[in-house]
Structures are given as C-alpha cells and as structure tokens.
C-alpha cells in the first residue's frame, strides 16, 4: 500500500518536468491526506476508502493548469509549403500547432528548419521537442499526437507521355524524382520498385520537382497534392505549364505531430481537440484563402 501511496504522490510531485505546472488548492491537499493515510491505514485500508482517495486524486488532477515558461523547439522541413513556410512561420500545419498549443496557454514555439532526416535524428537524440514528419518505421520511438490532417501523395507525369500508372508497380523502368527520404513516408511498394527505376534521386527543396518535370528532366516527379499545387501556381507565373496527369497511387497519410514527451503530446492533443470544435481548425484550412485539395478533372 505505501508504495502504492508513493507512485501516486510521484505523479504530482513531479515538478522536474518542464512541461507541467501545478497551481491547484487540490495540490497540497492531496499530499497531506498521502502523509496521513500512509500512517493511519498501513494494512488496514479497505475498498471503500481506496475508492475515496482516487477520487480525491481525480479532483486535483482536473484542477492542473498546464503552463510552459521554456520554449518548445518544433523542427519542420523548409520546403513544405502550404503546409509550413519558413517566411513568417506559416503554413497550414505550423497554424494548426500553434492554435491548438494556445489553445492551453502555450505561446513560446520556436521552430528550426531542417531536412527531414535530421529532424527525425534531433527528435530521437532529445535536442527538439516536436517533429512534424517522422517516418513510421520509427514511430514506436515517439509518442504520435492525434492527426492534424491527411496528405494525399502522388506521382505526376506529362500528358504527352500517355503514362498508364495505376499502382506503384508501374513507375518501373521511368526516371523517377521524389521528395527527401520519401521510401520512409510512402507505402511500402515503393520502397521495394525504386531499384527497378530507370533512375531515382531526391529532392529537399520541392519546388525544383516542378521544373524538372517540365523541362522533361524526369518521367515522373512524387510529392504531396497540396505541395504540388502550391509549386505549380509559383511556376506558372514565369513559365509554361505543359499538360500533366495526376496518379493517386498512394494512400492517404493521417499526419500526426511527433513529441519526444508523453506529457507534452497529451497537452497538445486536447488544444487540438478544442480548436476543431471552436471552428478555429476549420478557418485554419482554408489557408490563403485556397483549397489545395482540388484539381481540375482535364489533369486527371
């Protein structure tokens, strides 16, 4: 029974962890009833009082005000527009962080721009807080925070071409370009053909994708629907926009925030929880006023 007493007084008593404050009338009460009860009921405790004192420690619990005085560093791709832009910190995904940690009173976000593999290796060594893309084969090393929203990747090649691509199998014997580290985010086929390609490299920066498409550099270019839209409406602004055709050949990806804190994962999943039922996260998705999800049905 003590050190059932202790576990429990543990929990709240851990003021170490940056990410929690307590400020509660609840607070002190629940330590002196754990000083009291560990004297007075050694061996003797019953159900009923058991019962009793859970609730007790379920009412401090609801009265914890989550704060953060020290700065919660996010690492994020400086390519992934619209859902991050390093200009200003925007983007659909940074507005959905930032709104849902605000949502619990946590404003200190810095973000750093990295490759997503350094991210996932600055997640797994401690030195930032939150990885917006992490691969999954890794997942089990982190604590996921429910999803933000989908992406919906896909391969896109010119009409010209008359490419039949109806699963991943069929980018067999084509040049293929794809975003950094893009076998840890795709379906597992993927992985698998990219020795089967006639050529295969990778991109950070997204943007170059588009123009290596068009200028018939590659077959077949693999990147986000979104992300693609975004680059595509900077491209044709100064150039020529051959005829393409969109392969949905990928699932959709649920993409959750990746936290190297059980806590700070849980804080955020409730301010996300609150901004999608105070319509905050709606507003958040129309970004720019734009829906990226659209195509026109000529470039299917």
Not at 65 to 87: D, N
Not at 152 to 172: G, H, Y
Not at 189 to 206: A, D, G, M
Request: hydrophobic letters at 45%; a positive charge.
């Amino acid at each position: 029974m003590s050190s059932m007493l202790a576990l429990i007084g543990g929990v709240f008593g851990a003021r170490n962890n940056r990410y929690t404050g307590v400020q509660s009338p609840y607070f002190t009460l629940v330590f002196m009833l754990r000083s009291e009860f560990e004297c007075w009921t050694r061996g003797y405790m019953t159900r009923v009082i058991l019962a009793i004192w859970f609730s007790l420690c379920l009412v401090a619990m609801s009265a914890v005000k989550v704060e953060h005085s020290e700065q919660i560093i996010v690492a994020a791709s400086p390519h992934l527009p619209p859902y991050v832009i390093q200009k200003g910190d925007d983007g659909i995904q940074l507005q959905i962080l930032k709104q849902a940690f605000a949502q619990q009173g946590i404003t200190n976000v810095k973000v750093l721009y990295m490759p997503n593999k350094r991210a996932e290796q600055q997640l797994l060594s401690g030195e930032v807080d939150i990885a917006l893309n992490f691969p999954a084969n890794l997942k089990a090393l982190v604590h996921q925070s429910n999803s933000l929203l989908s992406y919906q990747n896909v391969a896109v090649s010119l009409r010209e071409n008359a490419f039949k691509i109806d699963q991943v199998s069929d980018l067999k014997g084509k040049s293929v370009l794809a975003f950094q580290n893009a076998p840890a985010f795709l379906d597992a086929p993927f992985k698998r053909i990219t020795k089967s390609l006639l050529s295969y490299e990778e991109v950070v920066n997204q943007e170059a994708q588009i123009a290596h498409l068009m200028k018939r550099r590659v077959d077949v270019i693999v990147l986000e629907r979104r992300i693609f839209l975004y680059y595509l409406s900077l491209y044709e602004r100064s150039n020529e926009v051959l005829p393409f055709r969109v392969h949905a050949i990928f699932s959709e990806a649920p993409r959750p925030a990746h936290f190297s804190d059980a806590l700070l994962k849980a804080v955020f999943d409730e301010g996300l929880a609150k901004i999608k039922q105070n319509g905050q996260y709606q507003a958040i998705m129309e970004f720019d006023g734009k829906d990226y999800s659209s195509l026109n049905s000529k470039q299917f």
